[in-house]
Every structure is written in structure tokens, then in C-alpha cells.
């Protein structure tokens, strides 16, 4: 016996006879409850409305025979590991990316901007080797541009194998199809997605826990910049601009708040602290099924929505920063100490002795070395007059390396 029902049933265009998802209403949904009210299981209700629905259309009229062909050897777990990851994509698609693009878009815009605007860096909060401005910028860019990277790697998986993943009822019926086979094709060509291959009567969900961990990280990431980018505003390196009629504190008026990276942090760790919970707790279930990942897949769009709150915020808060190139010079002029690595490195390259420990004992624990420190310094080593010639031409900044090009 072959599947005319089936066949008819994949002969249907959804957009054509007004059943696609984009013609659904709320008509429709609050008789879907009406009929979970009697079922007590949502997708059932499902199945109902759409036999209902399908044989009435006089555009198709299924018969009764046809009709049961809608739910054919399936588990609600068919439909919903299926409608799940289907919803994660097109998010992750037509929102998320983009999103996300235009944040990485303005990072590397900035970085570009300035890149060769030298700037004091803070290793443990404490002046360190020189760097520049749009270097650091540069090194948020790229980490989100990585970690995009991993997460656009991810196959978003999909179950889809009947009551415990083996096709026990579509075998038994008819035993002549390869129906992995049809059903790789299925989810393949329809949705998208790539169907997990031996299953229990739910998907492992190792694949959806490894995206998820792939946005915490991204999380984990915008937290970090923002607060990187809160502490320069308080340093002053950025100011912010203002608009008429903003106010940033009730009882201080002189206030300009980093009130966007701060609502950006915030959101970013709510998005991963979720991510992480459903990560850790979705690929887990009692033997063949139990009821655990019912509940926690209702949430799975809070991460994705506090990602973009947190991306939005993220991006208002970088459009606000101005510059101030005269305190970032400021910090680097009083601050000659941090020329200690490059002179400690030219002496050993000379074989001067002992040349870490000289620098030691010049600037550990003193107070900020002075140009004219620096320089008495270098005139009273006993090198040769060349390498105090070169030593001289150092300064904070233009001891940069390779950051004005990174």
C-alpha cells in the first residue's frame, strides 16, 4: 500500500490556502485553548483544530481517512523539537544577526577612528605598557567577531523520530520507506535544520545547550566592554554627550551616568545567567521523557530578548562618547615609568648587567617618573652614546608596538 494521504498532504500549500503561520490570528488560538481545555495537551489541540480546519476548507476538503495523516506516527516532541529550533533560527536570522552586526560595525568604526591615538593602559589597575585607544576597541571587535563566528558554526538540530525516536509506527505501517532518510530530507529542506539521529522521544538538546553557551559567551563578552568602556568615562578618557531636558541625577545636576552601559551589562548577564541555566538543565531527562524541558523551552526567548536589550543599549551608549585626547595625554605624560619595559629590553639587548633590576629599583613602588627623571636617567648609564641617543627618542607616546596598526 502506498501514501496517497501523505502525499496529498505535502501537495498543500500553506500560503495558498491561507494556513500558514503568517494568517494565523487570535481567533484561532483561543480556539486551540478552547479545545486544550477538553484535551488537556497542547499539541493535540493542535491536531484538532487543524483537522477541523483542513476538512472544512473547501479548498482542500481532506476527508476523514486524509485527516489522520496530520499527526501521522508523530509525538507532540515531533512538532515541537521541530517548531523550537525553527523559531531559535529565524530569530537568530532576521533579528539577532543583524543586530549584533551593527554593534561590531560601530566597535570597529571606532577602532578604526582611533587607532593611532596612544593611550595609557591599566594591567591590575596600574600604568602599564602604552596601547592605543582604537587598539583596545579593536580587541572587542574582534572577540565578538570570533565568537559569532562559533555560534553561525552551530547546526541548529531538530528531533523528529516518533514516540521514542525510532520510527516504531512508521516502520511497522509502511516498512518499504527509508523514513530517516525522508526525515532528514524533511528538516532539511523545509526548515533548516539538521535532525538529530538517534534520539530518545525528546532531542538530546546538546546541540540547542551548545548555542545557548555560544550567546552567554557573547554575553559574557558585551559585559566586559562595558565595563571597560564605564571605567574609561570615569577616568574621563570619553565624555558623553548631552541632550536638552536628560537629566542623570535627581539630586546632583552635574550628573552625565553611563546609564547605557550599565543597562547593557545588566542585561547581557541576565541573557547569559538564562543561557546557562537552560544550557546546563535541557540535556538532561529521566530515562525516555520526562517533563522538565516543557517548562524551561517556554523561556528559551528571554535570552534572546535581553541579548538585544542589552545590544541596543551597548550600541546608544558607544554613539554618546566623544573622546578627550588631552586627559588620555595627560595620564601618559605623568606616567614615564611604563618606559621601563623598553629600556630594561635595550639594555639586555646590550648586555648591560643586571638591566630588570636597575629598572627596578628606579621605578617599582615610586612615585610617577618625570620626562626630565626619565633623562637623567638615561645620561647617567654607562652605555654607549648612541644607545642613549636612542633611548632618549622614547616616549610614552610612541612606544606602541604594533597597536596603531592592529
Same mark, same amino acid.
Not at 550567546?215 to 565624555?239: K, L, P
Given at each position: 500500500?502506498?501514501?496517497?494521504?501523505?502525499?496529498?498532504?505535502?501537495?498543500?500549500?500553506?500560503?495558498?490556502?491561507?494556513?500558514?503561520?503568517?494568517?494565523? +490570528?487570535?481567533?484561532?488560538?483561543?480556539?486551540?485553548?478552547?479545545?486544550?481545555?477538553?484535551?488537556?495537551?497542547?499539541?493535540?489541540?493542535?491536531?484538532?483544530?487543524?483537522?477541523?480546519?483542513?476538512?472544512?476548507?473547501?479548498?482542500?476538503?481532506?476527508?476523514?481517512?486524509? +485527516?489522520?495523516?496530520?499527526?501521522?506516527?508523530?509525538? #507532540?516532541?515531533?512538532?515541537?523539537?521541530?517548531?523550537?529550533?525553527?523559531?531559535?533560527?529565524?530569530?537568530?536570522?532576521?533579528?539577532?544577526?543583524?543586530? !549584533?552586526?551593527?554593534?561590531?560595525?560601530?566597535?570597529?568604526?571606532?577602532?578604526?577612528?582611533?587607532? #593611532?591615538?596612544?593611550?595609557?593602559?591599566?594591567?591590575?589597575?596600574?600604568?602599564?605598557?602604552?596601547?592605543?585607544?582604537?587598539?583596545?576597541?579593536?580587541?572587542?571587535?574582534?572577540?565578538?567577531?570570533?565568537?559569532?563566528?562559533?555560534?553561525? #558554526?552551530?547546526?541548529?538540530? @531538530?528531533?523528529?523520530?516518533?514516540?521514542?525516536? +525510532?520510527?516504531?509506527?512508521?516502520?511497522?505501517?509502511?516498512?518499504?520507506?527509508?523514513?530517516?532518510?525522508?526525515?532528514?530530507?524533511?528538516?532539511?529542506?523545509?526548515?533548516?535544520?539538521?535532525?538529530?539521529?538517534?534520539?530518545?522521544?525528546?532531542?538530546?538538546?546538546?546541540?540547542?545547550?551548545? !548555542?545557548?553557551?555560544?550567546?552567554?559567551?557573547?554575553?559574557?563578552?558585551?559585559?566586559?566592554?562595558?565595563?571597560?568602556?564605564?571605567?574609561?568615562?570615569?577616568?574621563?578618557?570619553?565624555?558623553?554627550?548631552?541632550?536638552?531636558?536628560?537629566?542623570?541625577?535627581? @539630586?546632583?545636576?552635574?550628573?552625565?551616568?553611563?546609564?547605557?552601559?550599565?543597562?547593557?551589562?545588566?542585561?547581557?548577564?541576565?541573557?547569559?545567567?538564562? @543561557?546557562?541555566?537552560?544550557?546546563?538543565?535541557?540535556?538532561?531527562?529521566?530515562?525516555?521523557?520526562?517533563?522538565?524541558? #516543557?517548562?524551561?523551552?517556554?523561556?528559551?526567548?528571554?535570552?534572546?530578548?535581553?541579548?538585544?536589550?542589552?545590544?541596543?543599549?551597548?550600541?546608544?551608549?558607544?554613539?554618546?562618547?566623544?573622546?578627550?585626547?588631552?586627559?588620555?595625554?595627560?595620564?601618559?605624560?605623568?606616567?614615564?615609568?611604563?618606559?621601563?619595559?623598553?629600556?630594561?629590553?635595550?639594555?639586555?639587548?646590550?648586555?648591560?648587567?643586571?638591566?630588570?633590576?636597575?629598572?627596578?629599583?628606579?621605578?617599582?613602588?615610586?612615585?610617577?617618573?618625570?620626562?626630565?627623571?626619565?633623562?637623567?636617567?638615561?645620561?647617567?648609564?654607562?652605555?654607549?652614546?648612541?644607545?642613549?641617543?636612542?633611548?632618549?627618542?622614547?616616549?610614552?607616546?610612541?612606544?606602541?608596538?604594533?597597536?596603531?596598526? +592592529?
Amino acid at each position: 500500500m502506498g501514501l496517497p494521504p501523505l502525499a496529498r498532504l505535502a501537495s498543500i500549500d500553506p500560503e495558498q490556502f491561507h494556513l500558514s503561520w503568517k494568517q494565523f +490570528s487570535i481567533q484561532d488560538a483561543t480556539e486551540i485553548k478552547s479545545i486544550e481545555k477538553t484535551t488537556r495537551h497542547d499539541v493535540k489541540a493542535v491536531e484538532y483544530f487543524l483537522k477541523q480546519q483542513w476538512t472544512q476548507n473547501p479548498n482542500i476538503l481532506l476527508t476523514d481517512h486524509e +485527516s489522520e495523516f496530520i499527526h501521522f506516527g508523530l509525538t #507532540s516532541q515531533d512538532i515541537n523539537n521541530t517548531a523550537i529550533p525553527t523559531l531559535c533560527k529565524e530569530a537568530l536570522d532576521s533579528v539577532y544577526y543583524p543586530l !549584533l552586526n551593527n554593534l561590531i560595525e560601530s566597535l570597529t568604526q571606532m577602532a578604526d577612528q582611533w587607532i #593611532s591615538i596612544p593611550m595609557l593602559a591599566r594591567t591590575h589597575g596600574q600604568p602599564a605598557t602604552p596601547t592605543t585607544v582604537g587598539k583596545e576597541i579593536r580587541v572587542f571587535q574582534a572577540r565578538l567577531e570570533n565568537a559569532k563566528a562559533s555560534l553561525q #558554526s552551530l547546526p541548529i538540530p @531538530a528531533k523528529f523520530g516518533g514516540a521514542t525516536g +525510532s520510527f516504531n509506527a512508521h516502520k511497522v505501517a509502511y516498512p518499504q520507506y527509508h523514513w530517516p532518510k525522508l526525515a532528514d530530507q524533511f528538516l532539511t529542506e523545509k526548515f533548516g535544520l539538521q535532525r538529530t539521529q538517534i534520539t530518545t522521544q525528546i532531542e538530546n538538546y546538546d546541540g540547542l545547550a551548545a !548555542l545557548l553557551d555560544a550567546m552567554a559567551r557573547i554575553n559574557i563578552i558585551i559585559i566586559d566592554a562595558c565595563r571597560d568602556f564605564w571605567t574609561y568615562i570615569s577616568m574621563e578618557y570619553f565624555s558623553q554627550k548631552t541632550k536638552p531636558g536628560e537629566i542623570g541625577s535627581s @539630586a546632583m545636576p552635574h550628573k552625565v551616568n553611563p546609564i547605557d552601559f550599565e543597562n547593557a551589562e545588566g542585561n547581557a548577564g541576565f541573557s547569559a545567567a538564562i @543561557a546557562g541555566h537552560l544550557s546546563r538543565t535541557l540535556p538532561i531527562s529521566r530515562l525516555q521523557r520526562d517533563l522538565t524541558d #516543557s517548562t524551561l523551552l517556554r523561556n528559551i526567548g528571554l535570552p534572546f530578548a535581553h541579548s538585544l536589550l542589552a545590544f541596543k543599549s551597548m550600541l546608544k551608549g558607544l554613539a554618546s562618547l566623544e573622546l578627550n585626547e588631552n586627559k588620555i595625554r595627560v595620564d601618559l605624560n605623568q606616567n614615564w615609568e611604563v618606559l621601563a619595559e623598553a629600556v630594561q629590553t635595550i639594555l639586555r639587548r646590550e648586555g648591560y648587567p643586571k638591566p630588570y633590576e636597575t629598572l627596578l629599583n628606579l621605578t617599582r613602588g615610586k612615585e610617577s617618573l618625570t620626562p626630565s627623571a626619565y633623562l637623567d636617567f638615561i645620561n647617567q648609564l654607562e652605555i654607549r652614546e648612541e644607545v642613549k641617543a636612542e633611548l632618549r627618542q622614547l616616549s610614552p607616546w610612541d612606544y606602541l608596538g604594533y597597536a596603531p596598526t +592592529s
